[in-house]
Protein backbone atom coordinates (compact mmCIF):
# COMPACT_ATOMS: atom_id res chain seq x y z
CA UNK A 1 0.00 0.00 0.00
CA UNK A 2 1.33 3.14 -0.72
CA UNK A 3 0.37 7.00 -0.67
CA UNK A 4 0.04 8.46 -4.17
CA UNK A 5 -0.64 12.05 -5.48
CA UNK A 6 -2.22 12.86 -8.43
CA UNK A 7 -2.27 16.21 -10.15
CA UNK A 8 -4.66 16.37 -12.77
CA UNK A 9 -7.19 18.58 -13.45
CA UNK A 10 -9.44 16.45 -16.11
CA UNK A 11 -11.98 15.63 -13.60
CA UNK A 12 -12.67 12.30 -15.28
CA UNK A 13 -9.16 11.01 -15.35
CA UNK A 14 -8.46 12.20 -12.04
CA UNK A 15 -11.24 10.19 -11.00
CA UNK A 16 -10.33 6.90 -13.25
CA UNK A 17 -7.00 6.75 -12.04
CA UNK A 18 -8.04 7.12 -8.18
CA UNK A 19 -10.29 4.46 -8.55
CA UNK A 20 -7.65 2.09 -9.88
CA UNK A 21 -5.38 3.23 -7.53
CA UNK A 22 -7.30 2.88 -4.74
CA UNK A 23 -8.86 -0.93 -6.09
CA UNK A 24 -5.17 -2.13 -6.27
CA UNK A 25 -4.67 -1.35 -2.65
CA UNK A 26 -3.13 1.75 -3.07
CA UNK A 27 -4.10 5.66 -0.90
CA UNK A 28 -4.72 8.23 -3.84
CA UNK A 29 -5.29 11.97 -3.37
CA UNK A 30 -6.11 13.89 -5.97
CA UNK A 31 -5.56 18.03 -6.44
CA UNK A 32 -6.42 19.43 -9.57
CA UNK A 33 -3.62 22.35 -10.01
CA UNK A 34 0.08 22.55 -9.66
CA UNK A 35 -0.19 25.20 -6.56
CA UNK A 36 -1.81 22.15 -4.50
CA UNK A 37 0.39 19.55 -6.07
CA UNK A 38 3.65 21.33 -5.14
CA UNK A 39 2.20 22.24 -1.60
CA UNK A 40 1.12 18.65 -1.11
CA UNK A 41 4.20 17.10 -2.30
CA UNK A 42 6.47 19.55 -0.10
CA UNK A 43 5.02 17.93 2.70
CA UNK A 44 6.83 14.64 2.11
CA UNK A 45 3.68 12.30 2.68
CA UNK A 46 4.01 10.69 -0.43
CA UNK A 47 6.12 7.55 -2.19
CA UNK A 48 5.19 8.49 -5.61
CA UNK A 49 3.22 11.68 -7.49
CA UNK A 50 1.47 11.28 -10.64
CA UNK A 51 1.87 14.69 -12.45
CA UNK A 52 -0.17 16.09 -15.13
CA UNK A 53 1.62 18.49 -17.24
CA UNK A 54 -1.05 21.28 -18.83
CA UNK A 55 -2.06 22.30 -15.47
CA UNK A 56 -4.31 25.74 -15.47
CA UNK A 57 -2.29 27.72 -13.05
CA UNK A 58 0.95 26.59 -14.13
CA UNK A 59 3.22 24.14 -16.51
CA UNK A 60 3.28 20.85 -14.85
CA UNK A 61 7.41 21.04 -15.49
CA UNK A 62 7.76 24.09 -13.51
CA UNK A 63 6.06 22.31 -10.54
CA UNK A 64 8.84 19.30 -11.07
CA UNK A 65 11.58 22.31 -11.51
CA UNK A 66 10.21 23.41 -8.11
CA UNK A 67 9.58 20.44 -6.15
CA UNK A 68 13.71 18.94 -6.92
CA UNK A 69 14.48 22.58 -5.53
CA UNK A 70 12.98 22.03 -2.58
CA UNK A 71 14.38 19.03 -2.00
CA UNK A 72 11.59 16.66 -2.69
CA UNK A 73 13.25 13.17 -3.84
CA UNK A 74 9.27 11.31 -4.56
CA UNK A 75 9.44 9.40 -7.78
CA UNK A 76 7.35 10.99 -10.44
CA UNK A 77 5.72 9.75 -12.99
CA UNK A 78 4.30 12.77 -15.28
CA UNK A 79 1.16 12.39 -17.81
CA UNK A 80 1.46 13.85 -21.02
CA UNK A 81 -0.38 14.60 -24.22
CA UNK A 82 2.47 16.32 -25.97
CA UNK A 83 3.89 13.17 -27.58
CA UNK A 84 7.46 14.97 -29.33
CA UNK A 85 10.87 13.28 -27.77
CA UNK A 86 11.48 16.94 -26.82
CA UNK A 87 8.97 17.45 -24.24
CA UNK A 88 9.75 14.05 -23.06
CA UNK A 89 13.27 14.76 -22.87
CA UNK A 90 12.38 18.32 -21.06
CA UNK A 91 10.48 16.03 -18.37
CA UNK A 92 13.17 13.62 -17.76
CA UNK A 93 15.67 16.59 -17.21
CA UNK A 94 13.45 18.34 -14.85
CA UNK A 95 13.64 15.49 -12.75
CA UNK A 96 10.69 12.84 -13.53
CA UNK A 97 11.16 9.32 -13.32
CA UNK A 98 8.92 8.25 -16.00
CA UNK A 99 6.09 9.37 -18.25
CA UNK A 100 2.55 8.45 -19.47
CA UNK A 101 1.32 9.79 -23.10
CA UNK A 102 -2.59 10.31 -23.16
CA UNK A 103 -4.30 8.67 -23.73
CA UNK A 104 -3.30 5.61 -21.68
CA UNK A 105 -4.55 2.01 -20.32
CA UNK A 106 -4.89 2.14 -16.82
CA UNK A 107 -3.08 -1.49 -16.45
CA UNK A 108 0.18 0.32 -18.05
CA UNK A 109 0.33 3.01 -15.74
CA UNK A 110 -0.17 0.50 -12.97
CA UNK A 111 2.80 -1.32 -13.96
CA UNK A 112 4.48 1.97 -14.57
CA UNK A 113 3.94 2.50 -10.47
CA UNK A 114 4.76 -0.84 -9.37
CA UNK A 115 8.26 -0.86 -11.05
CA UNK A 116 8.76 3.15 -9.55
CA UNK A 117 7.55 2.08 -6.13
CA UNK A 118 9.91 -0.71 -6.40
CA UNK A 119 12.61 1.13 -7.77
CA UNK A 120 12.36 3.57 -5.07
CA UNK A 121 12.75 0.63 -2.79
CA UNK A 122 15.26 -0.35 -4.65
CA UNK A 123 17.69 2.69 -4.53
CA UNK A 124 17.31 2.00 -0.99
CA UNK A 125 18.98 -1.45 -0.69
CA UNK A 126 20.89 -0.70 -4.21
CA UNK A 127 19.45 -3.79 -5.99
CA UNK A 128 17.84 -3.23 -9.46
CA UNK A 129 17.67 -7.12 -10.08
CA UNK A 130 15.03 -9.99 -8.85
CA UNK A 131 17.04 -13.47 -9.58
CA UNK A 132 15.72 -17.28 -9.11
CA UNK A 133 18.14 -19.71 -9.92
CA UNK A 134 19.20 -18.43 -13.95
CA UNK A 135 16.24 -16.51 -14.16
CA UNK A 136 17.10 -12.64 -13.78
CA UNK A 137 15.20 -10.16 -14.10
CA UNK A 138 16.54 -6.31 -14.99
CA UNK A 139 13.47 -3.93 -13.60
CA UNK A 140 14.76 -0.57 -14.76
CA UNK A 141 15.88 -1.75 -18.62
CA UNK A 142 12.34 -5.01 -18.45
CA UNK A 143 14.94 -7.20 -19.57
CA UNK A 144 14.93 -10.78 -18.98
CA UNK A 145 17.85 -13.38 -19.44
CA UNK A 146 17.89 -17.27 -18.65
CA UNK A 147 21.21 -18.77 -18.16
CA UNK A 148 22.65 -15.38 -19.84
CA UNK A 149 20.19 -15.87 -22.92
CA UNK A 150 17.73 -12.99 -23.50
CA UNK A 151 13.92 -13.93 -23.08
CA UNK A 152 11.82 -11.70 -25.27
CA UNK A 153 8.78 -10.92 -23.15
CA UNK A 154 5.43 -8.58 -24.18
CA UNK A 155 4.70 -5.63 -21.56
CA UNK A 156 1.83 -8.13 -19.65
CA UNK A 157 4.53 -11.31 -19.82
CA UNK A 158 6.71 -9.41 -17.63
CA UNK A 159 4.45 -8.01 -15.27
CA UNK A 160 2.88 -11.51 -14.37
CA UNK A 161 6.58 -13.08 -14.28
CA UNK A 162 7.64 -9.98 -12.19
CA UNK A 163 4.82 -11.28 -9.72
CA UNK A 164 5.99 -14.60 -9.29
CA UNK A 165 9.90 -13.97 -8.96
CA UNK A 166 8.92 -11.81 -6.63
CA UNK A 167 7.23 -14.61 -4.38
CA UNK A 168 9.47 -17.21 -5.25
CA UNK A 169 8.07 -20.60 -4.15
CA UNK A 170 4.91 -18.84 -3.09
CA UNK A 171 1.33 -19.71 -4.20
CA UNK A 172 -0.33 -17.07 -5.86
CA UNK A 173 -3.81 -17.31 -6.87
CA UNK A 174 -5.31 -16.77 -10.20
CA UNK A 175 -7.32 -13.75 -8.27
CA UNK A 176 -4.04 -12.03 -7.24
CA UNK A 177 -2.26 -12.48 -10.30
CA UNK A 178 -5.78 -11.15 -12.01
CA UNK A 179 -5.24 -8.12 -9.42
CA UNK A 180 -1.90 -7.32 -9.75
CA UNK A 181 -1.22 -7.61 -13.21
CA UNK A 182 -4.65 -7.04 -15.11
CA UNK A 183 -5.80 -4.89 -12.47
CA UNK A 184 -9.21 -4.14 -10.77
CA UNK A 185 -11.59 -3.58 -13.72
CA UNK A 186 -11.12 -6.92 -15.49
CA UNK A 187 -13.45 -9.92 -15.38
CA UNK A 188 -12.99 -12.30 -12.22
CA UNK A 189 -13.91 -15.05 -14.37
CA UNK A 190 -11.60 -14.57 -16.94
CA UNK A 191 -9.12 -17.08 -18.08
CA UNK A 192 -6.58 -14.97 -18.87
CA UNK A 193 -4.27 -15.64 -16.22
CA UNK A 194 -4.04 -19.41 -17.44
CA UNK A 195 -3.45 -18.48 -20.91
CA UNK A 196 -0.66 -16.04 -20.23
CA UNK A 197 0.84 -18.80 -17.22
CA UNK A 198 0.93 -20.91 -21.11
CA UNK A 199 3.08 -18.15 -22.63
CA UNK A 200 5.45 -17.75 -19.97
CA UNK A 201 5.69 -21.74 -19.90
CA UNK A 202 6.58 -22.09 -23.30
CA UNK A 203 9.24 -18.95 -23.13
CA UNK A 204 11.29 -19.72 -19.84
CA UNK A 205 10.20 -23.66 -19.87
CA UNK A 206 7.42 -25.99 -18.48
CA UNK A 207 9.92 -26.48 -15.41
CA UNK A 208 9.51 -23.25 -13.99
CA UNK A 209 5.85 -22.49 -13.19
CA UNK A 210 3.76 -25.75 -10.90
CA UNK A 211 -0.03 -25.56 -10.74
CA UNK A 212 -1.15 -25.91 -7.86
CA UNK A 213 -4.56 -27.73 -7.78
CA UNK A 214 -7.56 -25.66 -6.32
CA UNK A 215 -4.79 -22.88 -5.43
CA UNK A 216 -2.99 -21.26 -8.23
CA UNK A 217 0.34 -21.55 -9.55
CA UNK A 218 3.85 -21.33 -7.87
CA UNK A 219 7.24 -20.37 -9.48
CA UNK A 220 10.33 -21.94 -8.33
CA UNK A 221 13.50 -22.74 -9.75
CA UNK A 222 13.93 -26.22 -11.33
CA UNK A 223 15.86 -29.09 -9.32
CA UNK A 224 17.80 -31.28 -11.55
CA UNK A 225 17.51 -33.76 -8.83
CA UNK A 226 14.24 -34.92 -7.74
CA UNK A 227 13.25 -33.84 -3.78
CA UNK A 228 13.25 -36.20 -0.75
CA UNK A 229 9.98 -36.69 0.71
Known amino acids: MANILIVEDEPGIASFVSKGLKSAGHLPTAVATGED ?24 FVVLERMRGQGVATPVIILTARSSVGDTVQGLDSGADDYMAKPFRFEELLAR ?19 VGDLVMDLPKHRVTLSGAPVDLSARE ?16 REQLLDRVWGYDFDPG ?3 VDVYVRYLRRKIGNEWITTVRNMGYRLSEPRNEPRRR
Do not use: C, K, W
Open 113 to 131: VRLRLRSDVASVSATTHIR
Open 190 to 192: SNV
Open 158 to 173: FSLLEAFMSHEDQVLS
Open 37 to 60: GLSHALTGGYDLIILDIGLPDMDG
